[in-house]
């Protein structure tokens, strides 16, 4: 598995060491994932894609599974891809295979934006959905990677970022009498819309800041936009998928940031990361005394003059160009894991590394993507918001015997429903069999029981369904849960159509 870097935010994954358990847990998910059956039909209905999120210190990020089918005498080409909205292009980290005897056009050669020499082919990418299918674009054009890049390995990419040209991306050069690459699902016309849904907070961050990977993250897919989300039309000409700020106040104080503009004023929208952080050049906020402030971390370094930093709450608005529409939300992380608490906001005079230099720029950092749905639709060149809540209240505790308890999943306050393993000693291996039935389940409505683990409890394995339908009905499972140091809430159930809606669900659990 290759760890390339993102491109809007620090490597979340920064050592060896690191990196080698991070690779070894990810294949550990994987490997529990039921193998993929035939091609998943464009019905219209919304398709589920599952992501693996990885933490440490407050920060995240997230892969996706996809194949590059071949023929069957060769191996299929199966790598673990950063998602990564600051960009819009696939890179695959081995291209060798992928050749016109092998089912793919070569369009060229070239060097791909973090510099590996690599192939640009026009051919099928695969991805495994939540029900036992793969999602396929037939005519996917990406980099296939022929060797090393600048940071001696391969670069693994899927690129979520839409702009308006394709051609705005940097580093993106097309070839000679061909279009620029774009972001690989807006290939599918069928399914132009795409949302990131992330896991509550408690199951994807450990209190200390270790290393978390848990698999209860997904990626929606839509034939066209769901309801509930007000959208702005993509920023155009620029090199990251942006917006305009419009508003920012720190602590319940309001600033005087953004001011008047620079050369260009953008909101760049992450869905990775860490805490927002933006350019001051005006001096309205960054040499200013705000509530909270904290000691920037050794990421934020390097610029002149020095970043400051706070850890308060942060009320933030954006807009399409021109005013309207627009949207305004809050991000306050108090009652997030500990690791999230320290860091909401890191403030330069210029736009330090990750941001356009020397202009009123924001990058809203992944912590957004916390307190937000966020929706790309290529085909209108927009992106929307709508709020979410990554708190988590509401958790059936499981002990050694029996528990039968009833809860109502009511959104936006209750999305869903935690599974908890507090009542466990450290490094027992205990084995559930559980039955969750629901009733009132929407028309159109999908049960979910996501079984990605949490910083304080693997789920080993799972046997039975992950998923149902129907206004009732009920889910026989059994899984095993390793149980560690940390939050032990390795198990989530909701229910999803365009976004969380209600239901009554009962759980009836026995572990020994």
Request: overall charge negative; glycine content about 10%.
């Amino acid at each position: 598995m290759s760890f390339s870097p993102p491109t809007l935010h620090p490597n979340v994954i920064a050592t060896d060491e690191q990196r080698d358990l991070a690779r070894s847990r990810i294949e550990a998910l994987v490997s529990r994932r039921p193998e993929s059956g035939g091609k998943r039909v464009d019905d219209g209905m919304p398709i589920a894609i599952r992501l693996t999120t990885v933490s440490t210190d407050g920060g995240f990020d997230s892969y996706i599974q996809l194949r590059c089918p071949l023929p069957r005498a060769l191996r299929v080409v199966q790598p673990d891809l950063l998602v990564d909205s600051g960009n819009a292009t696939l890179i695959v980290p081995y291209g060798e295979q992928l050749t016109e005897a092998n089912g793919y056009q070569l369009l060229g050669t070239t060097t791909e934006p973090w510099g590996a020499p690599a192939k640009v082919v026009q051919g099928p990418i695969q991805i495994p959905t939540t029900d036992g299918t793969f999602y396929e674009i037939a005519n996917c054009v990406f980099y296939a990677c022929t060797g090393n890049n600048m940071y001696g390995t391969r670069t693994a990419n899927f690129g979520l970022g839409c702009l308006s040209p394709w051609s705005s991306q940097r580093g993106n050069v097309p070839l000679p009498g061909k279009p620029p690459l774009q972001a690989p699902l807006s290939y599918n016309a069928s399914y132009p819309c795409v949302e990131v849904v992330f896991a509550p907070a408690r199951t994807m961050f450990a209190d200390d800041g270790s290393l978390t990977l848990t698999d209860g993250s997904l990626m929606m897919l839509y034939p066209s936009q769901p309801k509930g989300f007000t959208t702005m039309a993509i920023t155009p000409n620029l090199g990251w998928m942006s917006v305009i700020p419009t508003s920012l106040a720190i602590g319940g104080q309001a600033t005087q940031w953004p001011g008047p503009p620079a050369f260009y004023i953008c909101a760049v929208i992450d869905t990775g990361g860490t805490s927002a952080y933006l350019g001051d050049p005006n001096n309205l906020v960054w040499d200013k005394t705000w509530p909270e402030s904290v000691t920037c971390p050794a990421w934020a370094g390097g610029s002149v003059p020095a970043p400051s930093c706070t850890a308060a709450r942060l009320d933030i608005g954006l807009a399409q160009s021109g005013g309207s529409p627009s949207y305004a939300y809050t991000i306050d992380t108090h009652l997030l894991p500990a690791s999230v608490q320290g860091l909401t906001l890191v403030m330069y005079q210029n736009g330090g590394q990750y941001m356009p230099y020397g202009n009123d720029s924001i990058n809203t950092g992944g912590i957004t993507a916390l307190f937000n749905r966020i929706l790309i639709d290529y085909a209108n060149a927009q992106v929307g918001f709508a709020p979410n809540s990554p708190y988590w209240t509401e958790v059936i505790e499981l002990d050694q015997g029996t528990v039968q308890k009833s809860a109502a999943i009511s959104p936006p306050t209750v999305p869903g429903i935690l599974i908890g393993y507090d009542y466990f000693t450290m490094g027992s291996v205990v084995t559930t069999t559980m039955t969750i039935s629901w009733e009132d389940l929407p028309p159109g409505a999908v049960l979910h029981v996501q079984h990605g683990g949490s910083p304080g409890a693997e789920v080993v394995n799972w046997s039975g369904p992950n998923r149902g339908v129907g206004a009732s009905g009920q889910i026989e499972a059994t899984c095993g849960i390793f149980r560690q140091t940390g939050a032990a809430v390795p198990i989530l159930i909701y229910a999803w159509r365009s976004g969380y809606v209600p239901v009554k669900v009962k759980v009836k659990a026995t572990t020994n």
